[in-house]
């Protein structure tokens, strides 16, 4: 989807002269004045955000009171605001930081200074990149590497110099001494020479005559830093003027180096290489950016084809499993065998679902698709994987479900029955492990709205981290623990509307997590039904 004159831009920018700026150009490139939007930082941003409809933000990197980063991770957060397309403006050089906002969810990133042509391009694959749906891994990779449209030939990506000169035989000299290495654009006054420069397809450097008829070198170095799309090109006065005060006044206007007639080759291509250079590392920076963002794009679109296909074989193993561990004709060799492959099934899909969830979780991407879960059959298939698991320390797990009447539906949350699974597996292998030998760990579930479910183990967690018990990495006198088991249960319960909770008896020696999800209402049944 191109930008149009109905396409609502957000400018976010703490100076006012780079709105106007990068407003001039959305314009010049299809925008209408009307549609485009102005925040001063990212709370401003926020605020426009959500009171105005909004297509697309582009948004200064460094800013006060909110930067673009802070922008973009709030914007993520937003279930409203998740999927707007937002592309970073920056000077950044920092990989490392580049590399956070696209773990963010960043739309494109964009380095100054950038022409009118760049500007359009990332807006425009902003606005059109959608989460695709692919059928297979390697239909992913060919999209990956099919030739874009816009991929240039090798001609077309060769710096271009402007030559600027009234004299014949010096256009002609200068084309000649460049046209081996850069594309060599001529204009032989200065009002040709502005035309080029203020077009969608300005050059990557100007080598400027001052005495010209009509309009001087002075005067277009001028009016080129009044022109969004030339400002900042580089120039380099060719000039038989001498003098101090005509060297300052080209500086004042923007000149990075003089170089007097008679042209001298061997100081003017050296010179103009070495501008070039600093063109070239800065499109090179544009280019590794656009492929840490592509590359991201394409291992997240990779990695979640491949999740989906382990997820929906491993689910109907599971399924499986269980139905043949339930149908009373295995032995008791067998049953255990069973149960087995189902902890194994059931270890590889919590992986499978902390790996991919909680990423989009964590950067505010995921959306609940909320079903009807039976948590009652979920622990008592926790709970009797892990009576096998614990077995050695002799321990007692138990699951205290109430029981519905005869006849009566069994009780049931709202939510994702994968993410319960990886939840309750999580606390339930937390306070095995805890728990100390020949102890009981006590799984209950209470009937009331919200449900409740409540694991309880003998134990204590250490005084120093019960404050931070559910934050991330924290974990102490636990050999290889990584302090991510807790965290993640945090997340998969908040990302199904419930809630979780400790609660440390120091008197009795106990240790009780509580999980509340929401109950599925009859309400709720009729609707998924």
Known sequence: MPITNKTIILVVDDFESMRKVTSNQLQAIGANSKN?????????????????????????????????????????????LSHMPLVMVTAEAERSRVEQAIANGVSGLLVKPYSPVALADRVNKALSWRPRKINSVEATVEHAIEPSASVQSKEATRPTILVVDDTPDNLHLMSQLFKDEYRVRIAHNGEKALEICTSNSPPDLVLLDIMMPDIDGFEVAKRMREHPNSETIPVIFVTAMTDQDARLKGLELGAVDFVTKPIDPTVLIPR????????????????????????????????????????????????????????????????????????????????????????????????????????????????????????????????????????????????????????????????????????????????????????????????????????????????????????????????????????VSDEENTTTITVSLPRLMEVDAKKTT
Request: with cysteine.
């Open 36 to 80: 485009i939007l102005q925040a001063k930082d990212g709370a401003e941003a926020l605020r426009v955000l959500r009171n105005h409809p909004v297509d697309i933000v582009l948004s200064d990197w460094n800013m006060p009171v909110m930067t673009g980063l802070d922008l973009l991770i709030a914007v993520r957060a937003d279930a409203k």
């Open 272 to 503: 103009v290489r070495n501008f070039i250079r600093f063109v070239n590392l800065r499109k090179q920076l544009q280019a590794d950016y656009d492929d840490m963002l592509e590359m991201a794009k394409l291992k997240e679109d990779v990695d979640h084809i491949t999740r989906h296909d382990l997820k929906g074989p491993l689910a109907g193993v599971i399924g499986m499993v269980q139905a043949m561990a339930d149908d009373g004709s295995t032995n008791r060799k067998q049953f255990e065998q069973l149960k087995l492959v189902e902890e194994t099934a059931l270890q590889v899909l919590n992986m499978i679902n902390l790996s991919s969830e909680l990423f989009k979780i964590e950067t505010g991407r995921f959306k609940l698709d909320a079903q009807p879960v039976k948590i009652g059959d979920i622990l008592r298939r926790i709970v009797e994987v892990s009576r096998t698991t614990y077995n050695e320390k002799h321990l007692t797990v138990s699951v205290d479900t109430d029981v519905a009447a005869v006849g009566d539906e069994p009780l049931q949350s709202i939510g994702d029955a994968m993410l319960c699974y990886s939840l309750f597996q999580n606390l339930i292998k937390n306070s095995c492990e805890a728990a100390p030998e020949k102890t009981r760990v006590v799984v209950t579930l209470v009937d009331e709205n919200p449900i409740l479910i409540k694991i309880q183990n003998k134990g204590t967690v250490p005084g120093a981290i019960r404050e931070r018990f559910f934050e991330k990495y924290v974990t102490q006198g636990k050999p290889g623990g990584t302090g991510l088991g807790t965290y993640s249960a945090r997340l998969l319960a908040e990302a199904q509307n419930g809630q979780i909770a400790l609660d």
